[in-house]
């Protein structure tokens, strides 16, 4: 979400839930309800917490209806991982929020890009209907039947939900055939943790081996990925106007046992660069030609889409830049150029092109290969083992 995107929310009546879903312009992403459960969301700050109740299950798996009352929790609120009906790259994402005025909110992820506001339609205890907002053809813009957005229908059972979603036009109708997804509730995000008693195990060197050690995404891709002297380089085909074919395809490690832990490179962003390094496979740290340009949650080194930097650190393209990223305890620190911009954010969904939205399983580190050229070297990947 850009700072825009959040002024437009605050201008627009959904303060609290702007305020709610990113820290207006710079870098807290958390929400209110991670730290306390769905309880509190659903029944308010003043309902007894589940185990004062006598309830035996943990904070996030119910609620109370009353002070000394807990049931199953059927609340639509909460942070979602959803996974959607494709192959590959079926990741998708919700925060859905309730505001100190009662206003619910929405915050989507879907496959690539970044999370946008969508519309909240339609919510009780056990189900809600959110849409993205409409668009409109040129031409078209008074033509209901012309308009199209993306429409979910979800029914939550306990932390579960499923699912159908499609396409409708302005009056609500279905304009394609209407498809399933599923998804499960993150539990709440805990308190930043202390960086220095974090435990580190043995440094990975990511660059020391050759080309085996990696492999390329998706089926029918072109390779542009070399390893020579320790320098990963990617150069992409382009058109006969010089822009990319989109043809090219990312590259993954082999190795996919990494969960928390520090990753320091050096990348060489060249001109128009576009790249990402991704945390776990789920998580895109933005490698961009951003030079110059003002702070962004889209440019070079920010948790893309997520979290804006408080500095832009960025070096001109053509020169080595350093990235010092700490992935902790569903916590991350950013230190680019030897600047810290990112310090001990929530990590509060996957990124776009994330392999999958199951935030709680080890991965691969993988880079994003389709845009543009670039270059990684000195990449070393150390565990964080307690």
């Excluded at 306390?36 to 209806?65: F, L, R, W």
């Excluded at 029914?155 to 396409?167: D, I, P, R, W």
């Excluded at 050759?210 to 089926?219: Q, V």
């Excluded at 390779?223 to 822009?243: A, C, H, P, V």
Aim: contains cysteine; glycine residues 10%; proline residues 6%.
């Amino acid at each position: 979400m850009s700072a825009r995107t959040v002024e437009f929310w605050y201008n627009s009546g959904m303060k609290n839930s702007a305020l709610n879903l990113l820290t207006a312009g710079i870098v807290s992403a958390g929400i209110a309800l991670f730290s306390s459960g769905c309880c509190s969301s659903c029944c308010g700050d003043s309902c007894a917490a589940p185990k004062s109740c006598g309830c035996a299950k943990a904070p996030e798996a119910c609620y109370c209806v009353s002070p000394c009352a807990c049931v199953d929790c059927a609340c639509p609120y909460g942070n979602w991982a959803l996974t959607l009906p494709y192959p590959e790259m079926n990741a998708a994402h919700l925060i859905l929020d309730k505001g100190k005025d009662g206003k619910a909110s929405a915050l989507l992820l879907w496959r690539w890009g970044s999370p946008t506001p969508a519309d909240v339609t339609a919510i009780d205890a056990k189900s809600f209907t959110i849409r993205r907002p409409f668009s409109k053809p040129k031409g078209k813009e008074n033509d209901k039947a012309a308009w199209r957005a993306l429409c979910v229908k979800a029914t939550v059972k306990g932390n579960e939900l499923e699912a159908t979603f499609c396409t409708v036009d302005g009056n609500g109708k279905a304009v394609d055939k209407p498809d399933s997804l599923s998804g499960k509730r993150n539990p709440p995000i805990g308190p930043a943790p202390d960086l220095a008693k974090a435990v580190y195990g043995q440094p990975v060197n990511i660059l020391a081996g050759s080309m085996a050690d990696f492999e390329l995404m998706g089926n029918g891709k072109l390779n542009g990925w070399t390893l020579k002297d320790g320098i990963l380089s990617n150069r992409i085909e382009r058109d006969k106007d010089g822009k990319s074919t989109h043809k090219n395809g990312n590259l993954r490690t082999k190795r996919a046992d990494f969960f928390d832990f520090n990753l320091k490179y050096e990348v060489r962003v060249l001109p128009g660069c576009n790249s990402g390094v991704y945390l776990r496979g789920i998580y895109e740290i933005q490698v961009l030609d951003s030079f110059g340009k003002p702070v962004d949650m889209h440019h070079m080194a920010a948790y893309y889409g997520r979290v804006t930097p408080k500095v832009a650190a960025e070096k001109p393209a053509g020169e080595w830049q350093t990235v010092d990223v700490t992935l902790y305890k569903r916590h991350i620190t950013v230190v680019l150029n030897g600047v810290k911009i990112i310090d001990q954010a929530p990590v509060v969904g996957v990124t776009g092109g994330a392999m999958t939205s199951n935030e709680f399983v080890p991965g691969p580190l993988y880079i994003q290969g389709d845009h543009s050229d670039a270059d990684f070297r000195n990449m070393v990947l150390t565990p964080i083992v307690k």
